[in-house]
């Protein structure tokens, strides 16, 4: 049985496989014609993608010399929706589902009820002790029923779906485990236009955030960002880059605009470039577990 990893960025299709000693033995960034985020364009040209994809998949296997049977599936945070949120937690849980939802609600009037829902205490317990942030996670329905269409086209029985930027803290626990454990520390997913940040103590996550900018404003929202993390309530010890092009470019302005901050990129095979595949990778550590 083969077991691969797919992550949808964009029109991006990266495809990664580990051996029973986690070490890399598959690794590809393949080019598709269309785009993940493209919605009206997935839906009116569905057949051709699927088929496209297949293609894709079939030479894959052909090249590995057995057949895919199982995968992991990898979305990326801008095909979701994220939110922090105070939850009373002193109601129940049909009262708390309840706030969840008129919370979603309040973004997506129209269709809330068409989004996969899920959350996470945060343990902040701020601003009381029973009243605690949650991070809401929901995905579009239509979104998953693609790629589970792009998925079944090829034969592939999908393992789980992961969101790439909480992937990587697998990925974080495995490469570097001495500097999750008892520390504090910032993870910043760099993406053209976006970036997402994790707030992780004593390897747990406290809290998340993102920007969405121009080229032109990146350098003043990472000081904010990084200057409200690091307040009365967090201490920042280390902070973990990882993502497309330009990781290294923020990796270099980080370590003159924070020297007294260690700042890393995150790879697999310790080569910066290669930092896109790290939350592929902390998708295929836990699925080989």
Known sequence: MVNLNLEFSGNILR??????????DLKEEIRLSF??????????????FVEEFEECMSKISKAEGEGIQKAGILIGTEQTFLNVTPVDFNEDSSSISSHI???LSNYFPETYKNFNIKYYRLNNNYPGENIDDIL?????????????????????????????????EKCLKEIYPDENKNHTMLVIGCRDG?????????????????DIFERADFKNLLISQINTFNSSLFNIEKIFLYGDENTIKTNNFLKEQFQFMPVTIVSPEGNEADSKFAPLYGLALKNLA
Do not use: M, P, T
């Open 35 to 48: 785009n993940r985020n493209d919605d009206f364009h997935l839906k009116k040209n569905k057949d051709a």
């Open 15 to 24: 495809v990664l496989r580990l051996d029973q000693s986690k070490e890399i």
């Open 194 to 210: 976006r970036f997402d940040y994790s707030l992780i103590e004593n390897e747990l996550l406290k809290y998340y955030s993102y």
């Open 101 to 103: 939802l008129w919370e």
């Open 136 to 168: 809401l996670i929901a995905v579009n329905k239509n979104k998953l029923e693609f790629i589970k269409n792009l998925c079944s086209g090829s034969g592939i029985k999908i393992l789980n779906v992961e969101i790439d930027h909480f992937a990587v």
